[in-house]
């Protein structure tokens, strides 16, 4: 009598149970095999997320010796962890209930893999001068087994693997061993981790259980180990690590989600009618995220919303900003972006259009500002557009003599209580297991629940954005995890803050509704949100404060445009007398361009980011050339892009950033075959080393001599020297009727360094004439000898 509907829904979850149980296996033996032969699989050019960091980054160190250590300890490593598994967690899960009473570990084997640190970095010079940060890029592919029966249910692990960003931070640097106070630990974002089952647990591959698993394990992670949350191990004796836990957080990034334009189309129609999308963004800092309104059927959405973010880390955190098509069923992607926050702090405010990543067309307008935290109460004004003009640091410490059960006490008296049931009387007799919910507004958070203890330690910190100082307040309210009910709850007033002069509260605070002789410990710092005016002197990073985001293997990557729209009207536009500047001086004379005067040739900031995403893109055939708008806004001047260094910093193992290079002005040889100048090309020329290959930006051209009064429709032919085949010529698209052509089209010879620096590049523009036209076809031409230039660091010059 049953029904093949059943059977049938009963080999479909079967499946997709193989599947998951396949893939994991695959993905597994994959990593094994890049562990054991990383030089190997770097040359067969793995996805880029395997790739370890020192590959991409030139200040990420390759520590091999300290990964020869960690293989030599490892066993005892092992060992160790065998009698703690056995000794200490064993009992500790069998007294955790009566139903894991028969806990007993059956296996416990740590495997021949450990783990492996692909590469460090260090920071010095951004941070204070008594501590010293590193970032390890930690890589576990492990093959242990872990065996454990419960009622005779076998639940086993067998493999994990586990990579991500950690950083240490070891401060304060002492003058007296052990020269270091203490070392800080803590995960930059969630760590990537898979988990392969064995026993009953294999269950949790089921699909539907199995996201659900992995996201609670994920959780379980973040909520101690993933920023802001840190641990701190005291290096020195009577060491006060308060400070070193709960660090003040070092700003706020204010977001104002304006507009976009020209998104993919997404949405479709029996397959084949192309629509309109729902646009939606999300944004995120960390383990914050928020989400935007959704626009209807719109291509060019306009949101004008602002977000608030805590930073807690510079360098280190960056703000993520994803885009989807919102449907019935599964939410399209429709592009992402990446900013580094430390741009946007040393730039103060950064009003920009940016190109989206990972997919074929879009830009987005944000306007992002950087409030750091003062001291001020001349700061506390009430803003009258609703936004934060302050922020409240909790520090909750602990509680003490708190009541077993809300009938203990009752407004601070005690009250007899004849409770008949002796079960429920027996269970009123144990110690509360007591969180706190803390609430600002209409912002409720909650801190982590201690077991059977009437004097709990949480030691949290929390963070709430204040609109308010002078009437707002902090409730506090304790709770017990078994009865919705409270053991005693707390009202501070921010205004009480106020009269301190460093605005800060750290004391006792007396229960309501609780035991007379109730206390929650706290410390309270509020500051004040100021956005500070930006440094004049400094070269703002802009659009150039977008970064690669993380790739994945299964996406490809598209076009990227890397500049303003042409239609916004607050860039302006590129007009004929902006572009006829004065030429170049020549440089036979062997003079450097920084000496010269403003007239020299403007150097657009966006050829930095199309030459690093020639670095970024794993598959040259995925990256068809990109466009840049002809109304480019103005740009540094090429003596001031100089100075620059573009250091893109470590988001995590998964990202692939581009390589650093310096702009330089190079000792160019350019004949133009007359003494009549015929106008400039702009080129940009890099060595990407990763790819083996030499990467020309041709950026566009300016002040061509026409070679008739129709006009001229030009574009340029490139040819790596001495190969003059057909087959091997480059060629951009054509411009019509402009003397100042914008291109910022990219080409790629693929060649060793040795070869390249052998051969010169052949450079023409020329006119596109109809077949029978009389016209002059060749409007200019440059060679450049690559033997001359350092190219690795690149160049780029008109």
Known sequence: ??????????????????????????????????????????????????????????????????????????????????????EVLEPKIRAKSVHLKTCTFTKIHFGEKCPRINGIKAYTKEIDRRQ????????????????????????????????????????????????????????????????????????????????????????????????????????????????LRFPVPQGVIRVHLLEAENLVQKDNFLGAIRGKSDPYALLRVGTVQYRSKTVSRDLNPIWNETFEFVVHEVPGQDLEVDLYDEDPDKDDFMG????????????????????????????????????????????????????????????????????????????????????????????????????????????TQKSKTCNFSKDPTWGQAFTFFVHSAHSQSLHIEIKDKERDSALGTSVVCLSHLLKDPNMTLDQRFQLDHSSSDSFIKMKLVLRALNVEEPDPQRVKAGVNASKPGPVRVMEKAGNQKFASPPQVSKVPPMSKDSAALEPLPKKDSGEDLGAKDSSAAPVPSETVSGLDEAEGKQNPEHGPPSALPSGAAAVPTLPVLQEMRLAPSVTSLGSLPSSCFELSSSNLDIPNGTEMPLGEIQLTVRYASIRQSLVVLVNGCRNLVPSSNRGVDPYVRIYLLPDRRWTSRKKTSVKKKTLNPQYDEKFEFFESLENVKKRSLDIAVKNSRPFISQERKELGKVRIDLSQEDLIKGFAQW
């Open 336 to 443: 992402s972006l990446l900013i580094g926050l430390v741009d946007v702090m040393n730039d103060r405010t950064v009003d920009e259009w940016f190109p989206l990543s990972k997919t074929t067309s879009g830009h987005l307008h944000l306007k992002l500002e950087w409030l750091s935290l003062v001291n001020d109460q001349e700061k506390l004004h009430e803003d009258k557009k609703g936004l934060s003009t302050a922020i409240l640091i909790v520090y909750l410490d602990s509680a003490f003599n708190l009541p077993k059960n809300h009938f203990e006490y009752s407004n601070g008296e005690c009250g007899a209580k004849k409770i008949k049931n002796n079960k429920y009387l027996k269970k009123m007799e144990r110690e509360p297991s007591s969180f706190v919910l803390l609430t600002v507004g209409n912002k």
């Open 1 to 86: 009598g049953l029904s093949g509907s059943w059977v049938l829904l009963a080999l479909a979850l079967w499946l997709c149970w193989g599947l998951n149980r396949r893939g994991k296996r695959d993905r597994l033996a994959a990593a094994f095999a890049l562990l054991e032969d990383e030089r190997e699989a770097v040359c067969r050019g793995l996805a880029a997320r395997h790739l370890p960091a020192w590959v991409h980054f030139p200040d990420v160190e390759r520590v091999e010796w300290l990964n020869k250590v960690l293989v030599q300890a490892w066993p005892y490593f092992g060992t160790i962890m065998e009698k703690t598994f056995k």
């Open 132 to 243: 010293v940060t590193l970032d390890l890029q930690i890589c576990y592919i492990g093959d242990c087994e872990i065996h454990m029966d419960i009622s005779k249910f076998n639940l086993g692990v067998k493999g994990v693997q586990l990579y991500g960003t950690l950083r240490v931070i070891l401060e304060p640097l002492l003058t007296d061993a052990p020269f270091v106070g203490a070392v800080t630990l803590f995960f930059m974002q969630k760590p990537h981790l898979e988990i392969n089952w064995a026993g009953m647990s294999n269950l949790l591959d089921v699909p539907g259980i199995n996201v659900m698993s992995d996201s609670l394990i994920q959780d379980f992670i973040a909520s101690r180990l993933v920023l802001p949350n840190r641990i701190t191990v005291p290096l020195k004796k009577n060491m006060n690590i308060a400070h």
